[in-house]
């Protein structure tokens, strides 16, 4: 059974960092892609950022570069995604999932390609 549960989130204020994680079971987050999702409130769902297995590749949505980092710890089977200088608009349900196997060009970042997924966690930012 493919489990993927998300933990880290909470409340913060613009301009503070906070991680979240994406701990799996029932599959190998270094031989698989795992991408993280949001929504925000009354909005449909947006990619994040991405990781593919060995040989480790990162992708993420534009406007976020250089703010998000996304990782792997294969030790603990995790992913995690750094978030620094938050930002209001940040404010959302993040959840991670997984695309069996590797990705190329789109299919890095489209949710439809991703079959299991989280139940998310949220992260809420306040002036």
């Known amino acids: 059974q493919v489990r993927l549960v998300e933990s880290g989130g909470g409340s913060v204020q613009a301009g503070d960092a906070l991680q979240v994680s994406c701990a799996a079971s029932g599959l190998s987050v270094g031989g698989n892609t795992i991408g993280w999702f949001r929504q925000p409130p009354g909005e449909s769902q947006e990619f994040v950022a991405s990781?593919?297995?060995?040989?480790?590749?990162?992708y993420y949505a534009e406007s976020l570069k250089g703010r998000f980092t996304i990782s792997r710890d294969d030790a603990k089977n995790t992913v995690t995604l750094q978030m620094n200088d938050l930002k209001p608009g940040d404010t959302a349900l993040y959840r991670c999932?997984?695309?069996?196997?590797?990705?190329?060009?789109?299919?890095?970042?489209?949710?439809?390609?991703?079959?299991?997924w989280g139940r998310g966690t949220q992260v809420t930012v306040s002036t």
């Open positions: 990781i593919t297995g060995n040989p480790s590749a990162t």
């Open positions: 999932a997984v695309r069996r196997g590797g990705c190329l060009g789109s299919g890095c970042s489209a949710a439809f390609v991703f079959t299991d």
